[in-house]
């Protein structure tokens, strides 16, 4: 079979992998010379422990399964194993850590709660105040700005992938074939669009009730520590973010722990992974209110230095990338991703929000299933 894959960002490229893992040929088409949106400008995590229970975590727990057998054979996309601790500092952020080894498939997340020696054992950077932290044996990361380029050029050696960038699709325009903005037509057997935050034109077209929002985010990278970060690093505000800890102990954290003015204003939470050059990517924020600002705002990058600081016990690296992102959410945030037939043969496949990186070798090993492939 022929498949067209639109979009090169982690859920395209990860259904074009695959597709050419099924022995199929494969036409990948991005707009940009290569993916510039949600899939590059994240924490590159593969972030197991907060997901809710039912499909969204037998979902993370498959794509952490695929994401390790992948890494394996392309190396450059710098998968490690490294678990996170999401470090705990207050009683009020301990019991909610405490009900979460409670969850029926606390130990399928490889959950544990480690108290302050046990926590700096673990992870020797964090030197700075702390009671403990909730570690989490089945989370990862991977290197979200060569992820993709490093999957492209494992495909290319099948040689039945081509890679067309700078190209966008303007059209639907039979079954199982679209027409890009040079007036070429790429027909196959099938045609998945994963464009991302690209909601309007083609997609607005086929879709027009999609139930899909897009969501802003903002982030920092600092030079390199100097040090390793032996694991990736969460706040007690990821208990107010995940899913997974929503409970009574999380009622109250609420109740007697308001969180602080800015991180509330911004839906903020902290997490902090270190990049293979030893730098920390660092974030980060929610705005979920359109139109969305066209700047980056300073208060929220004081609040996750101030917060990392008191963690490391150390002042932060200089600080040399600042951005901004959009990602794509399902409006029903319980739902994964939203998968919809669009026309013959043509399927669009958008909305896993801050999941992405995390699930998409699962959503697109489902995508493959219901294809046939």
Not at 252 to 267: F, Y
Request: charged content about 25%; glycine content about 12%; proline content about 5%.
């Amino acid at each position: 079979m022929r498949i067209i894959i639109v979009g090169a960002g982690v859920l395209g490229s990860m259904h074009a992998w695959h597709a050419v893992e099924r022995g199929h040929e494969v036409v990948h088409i991005e707009r940009e010379s290569q993916a510039r949106g949600a899939s590059v400008r994240n924490f590159g995590l593969v972030w197991v422990g907060g997901r809710a229970g039912g499909e969204e975590l037998a979902t993370a727990l498959r794509a952490r399964e695929l994401w390790e057998e992948i890494g394996a054979r392309v190396p450059g996309l710098g998968f490690r194993g490294n678990g996170s601790l999401t470090v705990v500092r207050t009683e009020a952020e301990l019991a909610v850590a405490e009900q979460a080894l409670k969850l029926p498939d606390a130990e399928a997340r490889g959950l544990r709660l480690l108290d302050a020696e046990e926590t700096r054992a673990a992870n020797p950077a964090l030197r700075g105040r702390l009671l403990g932290a909730l570690w989490c044996g089945r989370d990862g990361a991977v290197e979200p700005r060569v992820a993709q380029p490093a999957l492209r050029a494992e495909l290319e050696r099948s040689g039945r992938y081509t890679f067309l960038p700078g190209r966008e699709v303007r059209e639907v325009v039979g079954p199982a074939a679209v027409r890009d903005d040079q007036g070429r037509t790429h027909s196959g057997d099938a045609v998945v669009l994963c464009t991302g935050a690209w909601l309007g034109g083609l997609v607005r077209e086929l879709a027009p009730e999609l139930p899909v929002r897009r969501v802003r985010l903002q982030m920092m990278q600092t030079d390199p520590l100097g040090e390793r970060l032996t694991t990736s690093v969460a706040d007690g505000d990821s208990f107010r973010y995940y899913p997974a800890y929503a409970g009574s102990a999380l009622d109250t954290l609420a109740a007697v722990q308001p969180q602080e003015a800015t991180a509330a204003e911004h839906r903020m939470q902290l997490l902090m992974v270190q990049r293979a050059d030893g730098g920390l990517t660092i974030g980060d924020t929610h705005e979920y209110e359109q139109p969305f600002g066209f700047d980056v705002v300073e208060e929220p990058y004081e609040h996750l230095g101030t917060v990392v600081e008191d963690l490391l016990g150390r002042p932060l690296p200089r600080i040399r990338h600042r951005w901004a992102g959009v990602y794509a959410q399902c409006t029903d945030t319980t739902r994964v991703v939203h998968r919809q037939q669009v026309g013959d043969g043509t399927w669009l496949v958008t909305g896993p929000g801050g999941r992405g990186m995390t699930c998409s070798p699962a959503i697109a090993e489902t995508t493959a299933d219901i294809l046939g492939l």
